[in-house]
């Protein structure tokens, strides 16, 4: 018995890494064609937005869609790290595992996120630990700011 809901469990891990598998590098070529364009259009110079509207944007308008695209460009530099992250957690066999307790994440929430590193109870604590040290001066700090 303990045999057959061994080899279920294993079963059901190893069809969610296959799905995890593959909604991660559609992510990752998509992401991968993204910023090819991306730094593609920078180096140029030149970019769609610019090219059919240059007449009526003063420069402060193009330096702040650039530092748009810039963030853009960072945050998707970001995703692909995880994504490439998420990848190597299925090599390595524990993908869709919480970080923090090991448990299984749901599949709903990896479906969402299909890079998540923790089940949704302990993402919620991190951040309400990120949150708290945010807020509260850490004594480092304090320490760091008299001397
Ligand atoms: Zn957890």
């Known amino acids: 018995m303990t045999n057959r809901r061994e080899s279920e469990v294993t079963s059901a891990a190893r069809s ?3 799905h995890g598998r593959r909604i991660l590098e559609e992510r990752r070529t998509a992401l991968l064609a993204d910023l090819r364009h991306d730094i593609h259009d920078t180096c140029a110079g030149v970019d769609s ?3 059919h509207t240059m007449d009526d944007l003063d420069a402060s308008v193009v330096t702040e869609l650039s530092s748009i695209r810039f963030s853009l460009m960072q945050m998707k530099g970001e995703a692909l790290v ?3 992250e998420a990848l ?3 090599d390595e066999g524990h993908y ?3 970080e923090s307790c090991g448990a299984e994440i749901s599949e709903a929430r990896l479906c969402a996120l299909p890079f998540a590193l923790r089940c949704t109870h302990c993402e919620e604590r ?4 990120e949150e708290a040290r ?3 001066p850490t004594l480092m700090h304090r320490l760091r700011c008299e001397r």
């Open 96 to 98: 869709g595992l919480c």
């Open 82 to 84: 995880r994504v490439n």
């Open 88 to 90: 190597a957690r299925i």
């Open 126 to 129: 991190e951040e309400d630990a």
């Open 134 to 136: 945010r807020h509260e």
């Open 16 to 18: 969610r890494s296959q």
């Open 49 to 51: 937005v610019q090219a």
